[in-house]
Nanobody, 126 residues
Framework: QVQLVESGGGLVQAGGSLRLSCAASGGTFSNYAMGWFRQAPEKEREFVATISWGGALTYYGDFVKGRFTISRDNAKNTVYLQMNSLKPEDTAVYYC???????????????????WGQGTQVTVSS
């Protein structure tokens, strides 16, 4: 039983920063790519970032433009999302997820992920 728990969300002013964490338990972590997705009210879920199981390969949504950084610490079974220069349009519930299979090394489509956390709310005020 794979369980993912996000934390680190909150209320921040535009231009501020937050670091989200996702702690994994109950299953294999290090052999799978991890991803971050987000969903704003009345909008569909969208891809934010992904990182390969070894941590060497990363891929970001087009909106990031250098503002976000995904990383992982396999020894701690934790993946992070550092968010800088936050904008009001970044307001959403952020979810972490584990990829279904070990290959390919990473993916940006939510259909490639089978295990999801409960989400953490990020609110950016103008």
């Amino acid at each position: 039983q794979v369980q993912l728990v996000e934390s680190g969300g909150g209320l921040v002013q535009a231009g501020g920063s937050l670091r989200l964490s996702c702690a994994a338990s109950g299953g294999t972590f290090s052999n799978y790519a991890m991803g971050w997705f987000r969903q704003a009210p009345e909008k569909e879920r969208e891809f934010v970032a992904t990182i390969s199981w070894g941590g060497a390969l990363t891929y970001y949504g087009d909106f990031v433009k250098g503002r976000f950084t995904i990383s992982r610490d396999n020894a701690k079974n934790t993946v992070y999302l550092q968010m800088n220069s936050l904008k009001p349009e970044d307001t959403a519930v952020y979810y972490c997820a584990r990829k279904t299979s070990s290959s390919p090394l990473w993916a940006k489509d939510q259909s490639e992920y089978s295990y999801w956390g409960q989400g953490t709310q990020v609110t950016v005020s103008s």
